[in-house]
Nanobody, 124 residues
Framework: QVQLVESGGELVQAGGSLRLSCAYS????????IGWVRQAPGKSREFVQA????????YYADSVKGRFTISRDNAKNTVYLQMNALKPEDTAVYYC?????????????????WGQGTQVTVSS
């Protein structure tokens, strides 16, 4: 059974930084591409970033390009999201999700497994 557990979300001031972690358990971690998706109150889910099985391919939403960086450590079964220069509009619940498809997914509907989410709040 695949399980994803996010951590690292908290309240931070605008301009600050956070690093989110997504810990994976289940069958081979490298079976899956991993994505981060966020959902702000009253809004639909928004793709943030994704990384391929081997970490060689990454996709970024325009809204976070240059500020957020995704990485993975396959030895630790963990994916990270480094978030810098945070803005109030980054406030959301952040979810990590796993996808076993042929291509890295950049839409939330393609992901097979989801974590429970971690809250990020950026104050102005």
């Amino acid at each position: 059974q695949v399980q994803l557990v996010e951590s690292g979300g908290e309240l931070v001031q605008a301009g600050g930084s956070l690093r989110l972690s997504c810990a994976y358990s289940g069958r081979s971690f490298t079976t899956y591409h991993i994505g981060w998706v966020r959902q702000a109150p009253g809004k639909s889910r928004e793709f943030v970033q994704a990384i391929s099985r081997d970490g060689g391919v990454k996709y970024y939403a325009d809204s976070v390009k240059g500020r957020f960086t995704i990485s993975r450590d396959n030895a630790k079964n963990t994916v990270y999201l480094q978030m810098n220069a945070l803005k109030p509009e980054d406030t959301a619940v952040y979810y990590c999700a796993a996808d076993s498809g042929a291509m890295v997914a950049t839409t939330s509907s393609h992901y097979d497994y989801w974590g429970q989410g971690t809250q990020v709040t950026v104050s102005s």
